[in-house]
């Protein structure tokens, strides 16, 4: 596995150094200098290299995890960038509603009840962890929040506790545009990431 993530993110990297720079900075209105441009991905800084297209932590050599360089490389790569940024529609979809029958498989996934026990009882800790990733507050669920998968595109994050009568649940809800700015894959590869990193700020 280890290999393929390795050729995916040469692959990507390639593809991105073909890619008008000055015009993905404009597009996304990103800061830059002549050696990086510069990204917030779920509350963190990243820079990615002007002349190698290499993605680290900002102010450091540290690599970035690889969901995370696999999804600042799609967004940049996933549209043509002459294209204007493409408007958010304001209608939420489940990962299911975005991939059919694919994403009815992704959410299960994502939903077992194995998967979400670790959540259980700790709705202080999740809102803790959804700030650390930048999120903010909004209604919906016991514990539920916007976070900022990039500065211009967030997914809403719903958690609701168990009790007597219902088991916990969890729900991704994104823009119904956000395929126009990501893939399919990668949307569903970023929420399991983002449910796994919040899954390990609260232990």
Same mark, same amino acid.
């Given at each position: 596995m280890c290999g393929n993530y390795d050729a995916m993110s040469e692959e990507s990297r390639k593809e991105f150094l073909t890619l008008d720079q000055e015009k993905l900075i404009h597009k996304y209105e990103l800061e830059s200098d002549e050696n990086y441009f510069f990204i917030k991905v779920l509350g963190q800084d990243y820079q990615i290299s $002007?002349?190698?297209?290499? #993605?680290?932590? $900002?102010?450091?050599? =540290?690599? &970035? /995890?690889?969901? #995370?360089?696999?999804? #600042?490389?799609? +967004?940049?790569c996933c549209s043509d960038v002459n294209e204007e940024f493409p408007e958010m529609a304001g209608n939420w979809e489940t990962l &299911?509603?975005? *991939? %059919? #029958?694919? *994403? &009815? %498989?992704?959410a299960r996934k994502l939903h077992q009840p194995d998967v979400?026990?670790?959540? /259980? *009882? =700790?709705?202080? !800790?999740?809102? =803790? &962890?959804? !700030?650390s990733l930048g999120g903010l507050p909004c209604k919906g669920g016991d514990v539920s929040y916007l976070l900022p998968v990039f500065?211009?595109? =967030? +997914?809403?994050?719903?958690?609701?506790?168990?009790? !007597?009568?219902f088991p916990a649940s969890i729900r991704f809800l994104w823009d119904k545009n956000s395929i126009k700015i990501l893939h399919y894959e990668i949307i569903f590869y970023t929420t399991k990431y983002i449910e796994d990193k919040i899954k390990e700020l609260i232990r």
């Open positions: $002007r002349q190698l297209g290499t #993605i680290t932590c $900002r102010g450091s050599m =540290k690599p &970035a /995890e690889h969901d #995370i360089v696999m999804a #600042i490389y799609d +967004v940049f &299911a509603q975005m *991939g %059919g #029958i694919v *994403g &009815a %498989g992704h979400i026990r670790p959540f /259980e *009882g =700790k709705t202080g !800790e999740i809102r =803790k &962890a959804c !700030e500065p211009f595109l =967030k +997914v809403w994050f719903q958690y609701w506790d168990s009790d !007597e009568e």
